[in-house]
């Protein structure tokens, strides 16, 4: 799986290309550092240090995140208790990903993800629409039946203000620059190269939330 990097991510927003090449790969067993993960150079404490806190980096602009969308959510429901799982849209200093962040901070405070989520990835992605301006914004949501004054106020929120304010923090010093992107505990970023599929990613993501359980006291 080849992640999307700024220049990348911006040429697929523009011009909406769906790319599903794979490398051949590797198992997630006796990961290899600089191959399977890398150390981030600053950790960074999560918002709960009871857990083991998993983050993926993404955007619904990004082709890639889209596939992975389902299996990820199947596969994080099934997370043990002591592994906490959030979701954080990338910016990469955009206003159309910024935008995009703002639909997904809004879906979520509107509980409309598991509504409109896919949808989002899948409008985009495959029906090639253009929801980078908040009024296509406004009227994609109006077409899926809801309400587009209600959700109009929420994207305009403090809320969502400051959600954007914490994530764009977050990418910054975790120092996102592709995505779809996965952080282990604040500590170890999952690669991509020489995976198959998305399901070889998560094993090296699992590998990883193991390494990080042994790590701790």
Not at 21 to 48: C, F, H
Not at 98 to 109: F, K, M, Q, V
Not at 130 to 140: M, P, Q, S, Y
Request: aromatic letters at 10%.
């Amino acid at each position: 799986m080849i992640p999307i990097n700024r220049r990348l991510f911006h040429a697929s927003l523009l011009a909406l290309l769906f790319s599903t090449l794979w490398p051949l790969a590797g198992t997630a067993d006796n990961l290899v550092e600089g191959r399977d993960w890398i150390p981030l150079e600053t950790p960074v404490k999560g918002d709960d240090s009871e857990t083991i806190e998993v983050l993926e980096f993404f955007s619904y602009g990004c082709p890639h995140c889209g596939q992975l969308n389902p299996l990820l959510k199947d596969w994080a429901a099934e997370l043990p208790e002591d592994v906490s799982f959030r979701r954080v849209p990338v910016t990469f200093g955009r206003a159309a990903w910024a935008n995009l962040a703002r639909l997904y901070y809004s879906l979520e405070l509107d509980e409309l993800i598991d509504a409109l989520d896919q949808a989002a990835f899948d409008a985009i992605g495959i029906e090639r629409k253009r929801l980078f301006t908040d009024k296509a914004i406004f009227a994609w949501v109006e077409a899926q039946g809801q309400d587009a004054q209600a959700f109009e106020k929420t994207f305009n929120s403090f809320a969502v203000e400051l959600a954007l304010g914490k994530g764009r923090d977050l990418e910054q010093r975790m120092a996102i620059d592709a995505v779809p992107r996965i952080i282990i505990d604040g500590r170890y970023v999952v690669l991509n190269e020489g995976v198959r599929d998305y399901s070889e990613l998560l094993q090296r993501a699992d590998a990883l939330i193991a390494r990080a359980r042994e790590a701790r006291p």
